[in-house]
């Protein structure tokens, strides 16, 4: 049963995506930009293919709802990490972006074991801090093949919405996260 689910269409791409990530980093730390960004741009494309399959041939699967994000986590954490290493992205935004995903990774596996909750799906704000990481790492890399003052804009302006997201996304789902406890039946203590 999950060996058939690997082998939907859907998950198929985002395990493709992985298997870009390595490439995109040693392009990244080759200095050869122009691949790293065209392999960034085919794994951003494989992640929206992804969701549409799934959607259109009837193909979501338990497996992609877990492999999808975890995925996206680690093709953003890593593009934000290598170009920071790189110095490239202000370690700043980095530390903002590895804090709150490792604290909500923490945090949800912490509410699973106690609490038996499941439903971590993302709120506008945690999508709307995906895509300005995306947006931020796309236009740091476009500007080291085409340094043009737009293109600098357009990676500040992702980069500062990218630190503002992470902190109204991390704060919000905190909030949701109470609210849920406190409607959530509590399982009995073991005595």
């Known amino acids: 049963m999950k060996l058939r689910q690997l082998l939907t269409a859907p998950n198929q791409l985002t395990m493709l995506r992985m298997i870009f ?6 392009d990244v730390v080759k200095h050869d930009f122009k691949w790293a960004l065209a392999l960034f741009m085919l794994a951003g494309i494989s992640d929206g293919l992804d969701g549409l399959l799934a959607r259109t041939l009837h193909q979501q699967t338990v497996l992609g709802q877990y ?8 093709l953003m954490s890593t593009m934000f990490l290598v170009l920071s290493i790189e110095r490239m992205i202000p370690w700043k935004f980095t530390v903002m972006v590895f804090s709150r995903d490792v604290s909500i990774l923490l945090l949800s596996g912490v509410l ?5 909750m499941r439903d971590f799906r993302p709120s506008i704000f945690g999508k709307a801090n995906t895509f300005a990481q995306v947006g ?3 236009f740091v890399m476009l500007l080291l093949v085409k340094p043009i003052v737009l293109v600098q804009s357009l990676a500040k302006i992702f980069l500062r919405a990218t630190f503002l997201f992470t902190i ?9 996260v109470q609210q849920r406890l ?3 039946p509590r399982p009995a203590l073991k005595e």
């Open 136 to 138: 931020a790492v796309f």
């Open 112 to 116: 699973f074991t106690i609490a038996g």
């Open 182 to 184: 406190q409607s959530h």
């Open 21 to 26: 990530l390595p490439f995109i980093v040693i």
């Open 168 to 176: 109204v996304s991390a704060v919000h789902y905190a909030i949701v």
């Open 67 to 74: 492999l999808d994000p975890i995925a996206d986590k680690l």
